[in-house]
C-alpha cells in the first residue's frame, strides 16, 4: 500500500535506540553524499532474496535472516519501502493486529532487536531505529525483486539471467502471519507479477532489433510465457525460433499448446497473424514424420467441432480488473482487491472463473471490449472501481449478464476506512461473492433467458427456486429435475448432495411415506458426493447438516461444518445450518453469531426466509419471546407452507400467554401437517439437551398444540 509521507522530521536521522527499555545500537542514515557513495558501492552490503523462500547474506556469505517470521516480514516489508522511513505504528498494526497496542508496540520491539542482533555489525550500515520510524538503507544492500525491475544500465547483466532470478513466489513463505499483512503480500504480489510481466514484454519487444541475440529473443519469451501462456507475440517468437533450429515439428507442438491455451483460458483462436504462421511453417516442409493431428483444422473441421461439442454445464464468470479512480488509490489495491474477489469466487462450485489477468491486455493495462468479453465465452462479469474521500474507501461492484447485452443484475457500494484495509475480506470481499452467487443462481433457475435442462447442473439449479418455495407442488416438481440429473450425471457430487439435500427436507415437511427409507437414501447420497468431491464445501455443509437433523450427531456435524468453512467461508448456507446445529446442540449464543454472519454477507439480497428462522430458534431458547414473535411471522409470511417456520412462533406466543393469536397459527399448521402433536414433535426433533425440548413442548403445549 502506499507509505504516508511524514512530517516534522528534519534531513538527518538521529541515532536512537528501539525504545527506553531496549539498548539496539543504530546508526544515522545520512541522506547527504556520504549516502549517495554507499548507493554506488560496487559490492552490495547485503544480499536479500524475496523471491521463493526467503534469504539474506552478509559480504561474506554469512546467514543474516532472522529466524522470527515476523522479523522476516518486518525486513521484507522494509525492503520495499525504497529507504524511506517506515512508522513504527504501521509495522505494529499490521503484523499484530488481534491483540492491544500496548502489547503489537512490545512485540514490535522485540522483532526489532532480533533483526539488529542478527544484522550485527551491518546494522550501523543499513538499520535506523527511533521512537517513530524505522528506515532501511535499501541502496547498501541487493535486492532481488527490486534488482529485477530497475532500469538503471546496471541492470543490464541481471535481465540477461532472467531464468534464474524469476523462481518462485514473492516471500513465499511467509502467507498467514496476519490478516493486513497479507493483504499487503497480496497486493505487492500482484504488483510485482504484473511489473515483471510488462517489463519482459518490454524486453521482448526491444529484441526484435537487428543486433538483438535469437537466444536471448527466445529465453525472454519463454519466462513471458511461464507467466502468461496465451501471449501470442511470445509463442511466435518460440516458434520462429524452433524453425531456425530445424525443429518444425517442435514450432507446431507449440502453435497446439497456445490455442489451446487460448481456448481453455479465453475461449479464443489464435490471431490471423499467428495463424499465418502456423500456415507457413506447417507448408513449408515435407517432413513425413509430421504428425497429423497437428495440422491446423479446416473450416469443414472447426465447424464440426463445433457442433459436436458438448455444451458445457458451467457458467463462466469473468472478473475484470477493478479500476482505480482517484490519486489516492494504489493501483495495486484496486487490482489486488479484484484477484481476492477472483480468487473467493473460485470456491463455489455453480460457476467457472476467469482471472482479471485473464482480462487484461499485455503490457499496457487496457481492457477488453464487449465484444471480446464474448468472444470468451463468458456468461458474467463482474467489473469494479475503487474511490477515495476524506480517508474512507468506496468500492463499487457490478454484476453483468452477458446473455441480455451486458445488462447490470446486481450491484453495491461498500464503504472502508483507509486505515482498516485489514478488514478488507471481511466487509468486502466477502459480501461480494457471498450475494453474487445467489443472484447468478436464482437467473439460472429461471430458463427464460437459457436453454432448457440440457445438462444435469442446468437441472439442479432450476430446481432450487421450487424447491424453496416449501410447497409441495413446486417441490416435488423440483425434485423431479433432480432425478433427471442423476439419471445423467449419477457420479456428480452436486447433483448428489442437492439430492440428499431434497430428501431431508421432504422429512421435515413430514411428506416422507417412509421416514427410515428417505433418512437412508439422503446419507447415502450425501457421503457419495463427499466422496466424489472432497473440496465442495455445499456438499460438506449439506452431510453435515443431515448427519446433525437425522443422527442427531451435533458434535460430528459441527466439525465437518467447520471442515466447509476452511472450504469456502463466504457460503451463507454453511453459517445458517451450522447455526441450527449449534441450537440443536443447546448453544443459542453461538448459533446467533453464525446467523449473524450469515445477515452480513447477505445484506442486500431479497428476503429469504428459511435463512431467517433459525433466529426465531435461537431466540426462543433465550426466553426472548417477542423477538422469536416478530421474526416467525416474518418467515411464516412469506414461506407460508414451510412447517418448521410455524413452530418456534407458536412455542413463543405460548410462553407468552397469547393463546388466541397462536390458534391463528396452530389452524394453518394442521393444514399442512395434520399429525402434528406434542409426542410426534417430542420423538423427532433433534435436540440433544431435555431442557430445551422441554421449554420448547411448554410453549407449544400452552399454545394449544395437541398432546397427540
Known amino acids: 500500500m502506499r507509505n504516508h509521507k511524514d512530517t516534522g522530521r528534519g534531513s538527518h536521522l538521529m541515532p536512537q535506540a528501539v525504545s527506553d527499555h531496549s539498548k539496539t545500537n543504530v546508526v544515522t542514515l545520512s541522506n547527504g553524499p556520504a549516502d549517495r557513495v554507499a548507493r554506488h558501492q560496487p559490492s552490495p552490503l547485503v544480499r536479500i532474496h524475496l523471491l521463493g523462500i526467503m534469504r539474506a547474506a552478509g559480504v561474506r556469505h554469512a546467514d543474516i535472516l532472522p529466524r522470527g517470521r515476523k522479523a522476516r516480514a518486518i525486513l521484507g516489508y522494509l525492503c520495499f519501502a525504497g ?14 493486529d488481534r491483540v492491544s497496542k500496548y502489547q503489537a508496540r512490545a512485540s514490535l520491539r522485540q522483532s526489532l532487536r532480533e533483526l539488529s542482533v542478527v544484522f550485527g555489525p551491518l546494522a550501523k550500515q543499513v538499520l535506523s531505529i527511533d521512537h517513530q520510524t524505522i528506515q532501511f538503507n535499501t541502496g547498501a544492500c541487493w535486492i532481488d525483486a527490486n534488482a529485477l525491475l530497475a532500469e538503471d544500465p546496471g541492470t543490464q547483466s541481471v535481465r540477461g539471467k532472467l531464468a534464474e532470478l524469476c523462481q518462485g513466489e514473492l516471500l513465499e513463505d511467509l502467507d498467514g502471519i496476519s490478516a493486513a499483512f497479507d493483504q499487503w503480500l497480496l497486493a505487492k504480489r500482484a504488483s510485482f507479477a504484473q511489473n515483471l510481466r510488462n517489463l519482459l514484454a518490454s524486453k521482448l519487444n526491444e529484441t526484435e532489433k537487428p543486433s538483438a541475440q535469437p537466444s536471448e529473443r527466445e529465453s525472454i519469451a519463454r519466462r513471458l510465457l511461464d507467466f502468461d501462456p496465451t501471449h501470442e507475440g511470445a509463442s511466435r517468437v518460440i516458434m520462429r525460433a524452433l524453425v531456425d533450429r530445424d525443429e518444425r515439428v517442435q514450432a507446431l507442438v507449440e502453435y497446439k499448446r497456445l490455442n489451446n491455451a487460448l481456448k481453455r483460458s479465453l475461449g479464443a483462436d489464435p490471431s490471423p497473424e499467428t495463424r499465418a504462421l502456423f500456415e507457413t511453417i506447417r507448408t513449408s516442409g515435407h517432413d513425413e514424420a509430421q504428425p497429423t493431428q497437428l495440422n491446423g483444422p479446416s473450416a469443414d473441421e472447426r465447424n464440426s467441432a463445433k457442433a459436436a461439442a458438448p455444451k458445457r454445464s458451467h457458467r463462466r464468470v469473468g472478473v475484470m480488473p477493478f479500476i482505480p479512480l482517484s490519486a489516492d488509490v494504489d493501483d495495486n ?5 479484484a484477484h481476492e474477489v477472483s480468487a473467493a469466487l473460485a470456491r463455489f462450485i455453480w460457476f467457472e472463473v476467469v482471472a482479471p489477468t485473464a482480462l487484461m491486455r499485455v503490457p499496457a493495462p487496457t481492457f477488453l471490449s464487449d465484444n471480446e468479453l464474448r468472444r470468451q465465452d463468458l456468461d458474467y462479469v463482474v467489473d469494479g472501481s475503487v474511490s477515495c474521500s476524506r480517508g474512507i474507501y468506496r468500492i463499487s461492484v457490478r454484476l453483468l449478464d452477458l446473455k ?11 464503504e472502508l476506512p483507509a486505515d482498516r484495509l485489514d478488514l478488507i475480506d471481511e466487509h468486502v470481499t466477502a459480501p461480494i461473492v457471498a450475494q453474487i452467487d445467489p443472484v447468478i443462481l436464482y437467473i439460472e433457475g429461471h430458463p427464460k433467458k437459457r436453454d432448457q435442462d440440457d445438462d444435469a447442473l442446468s437441472c439442479v439449479m432450476r430446481a432450487l427456486p421450487l424447491l424453496n418455495t416449501m410447497e409441495r407442488r413446486n417441490y416435488e416438481e423440483g425434485g423431479e429435475l433432480i432425478k ?61 447438516h443431515i448427519v446433525s437433523f437425522i443422527n442427531r450427531d451435533t458434535e460430528l456435524a459441527l466439525h465437518y461444518f467447520e471442515m466447509a468453512l476452511q472450504l469456502n467461508p463466504n457460503l451463507p448456507f454453511i453459517w445458517v445450518y451450522s447455526g441450527l446445529t449449534c441450537c440443536y446442540a443447546g448453544d443459542p449464543d453461538a448459533a446467533l453469531e453464525r446467523l449473524e454472519r450469515c445477515r452480513d454477507l447477505t445484506a442486500s439480497l431479497p428476503y429469504f426466509s428459511l435463512h431467517e428462522n433459525p433466529f426465531a430458534i435461537a431466540y426462543l431458547m433465550k426466553r426472548q419471546y417477542k423477538k422469536a414473535i416478530e421474526i416467525g411471522r416474518r418467515v411464516v409470511h412469506f414461506t407460508p407452507a414451510f412447517v418448521n417456520g410455524y413452530k418456534p412462533l407458536i412455542a413463543a406466543l405460548g410462553h407468552l400467554r397469547r393463546r388466541e393469536e397462536a390458534a391463528l397459527y396452530i389452524g394453518k399448521l ?3 401437517e395434520p399429525d402434528f402433536t406434542l409426542k410426534k414433535f417430542a420423538e423427532n426433533y433433534p435436540f440433544t439437551q431435555d431442557r430445551d425440548r422441554r421449554h420448547y413442548l411448554e410453549g407449544l403445549r400452552r399454545a394449544g398444540v395437541p398432546e397427540c
Open 83 to 96: 529507504g524511506a522511513p517506515v512508522p513504527r505504528s504501521r509495522l505494529a498494526a499490521m503484523l499484530w
Open 404 to 414: 441480455t447485452d451486458a445488462s447490470p443484475v446486481w450491484s453495491r457500494t461498500f
Open 670 to 672: 394442521l393444514q399442512i
Open 484 to 544: 433427471r440429473a442423476l439419471a445423467l450425471e449419477p457420479d456428480n457430487a452436486v447433483v448428489l448432495s442437492w439430492a440428499a439435500y431434497w430428501h431431508v427436507f421432504r422429512i421435515g415437511q413430514g411428506w416422507a411415506e417412509d421416514f427410515a427409507q428417505a433418512s437412508k437414501t439422503a446419507l447415502d447420497y450425501a457421503e457419495r458426493a463427499t466422496q466424489l468431491d472432497p473440496a465442495n464445501a455445499e456438499a460438506l455443509a449439506i452431510y453435515a
Open 333 to 337: 489495491l484496486a487490482f489486488a482487491l
